[in-house]
Nanobody
């Protein structure tokens, strides 16, 4: 099993930036595909970004492509989500998730382990 703890959320004005981090513990981090998801009030949890075990492949939702960057440091058991040019519609609770599969999935149902979430609020 792996435990995940997110940090870095907060309040930012539209056009600003935030960097989310997720620290993993309890298992070999490099054995997991890592993903970021978000959930706004009254909405379904949605895929934001994912990264392969080695970090060599990344995937993004169309809504964040070109603005967000996912990265990982397997030596430090961390995955990051750099969020630039933030928009009010990016406001949500952001979750880090881990999947032991070899393939990168964008569906939240594929991920076995979840953090507690961190709030991101973008004001207009």
């Amino acid at each position: 099993q792996v435990q995940l703890v997110e940090s870095g959320g907060g309040l930012v004005q539209a056009g600003g930036s935030l960097r989310l981090s997720c620290l993993a513990s309890g298992s070999t981090f490099s054995r997991y595909v890592m993903g970021w998801f978000r959930q706004a009030p009254g909405k379904e949890r949605e895929f934001v970004a994912a990264i392969s075990r080695s970090g060599g492949n990344t995937y993004y939702a169309d809504s964040v492509k070109g603005r967000f960057t996912i990265s990982r440091d397997n030596a430090k058991n961390t995955v990051h989500l750099q969020m630039n040019s933030l928009k009010p519609e990016d406001t949500a609770v952001y979750y880090c998730a881990a999947d032991p599969s070899l393939v990168v999935f964008t569906s939240h149902s594929a991920y076995d382990y979840w953090g507690q979430g961190t709030q991101v609020t973008v004001s207009s």
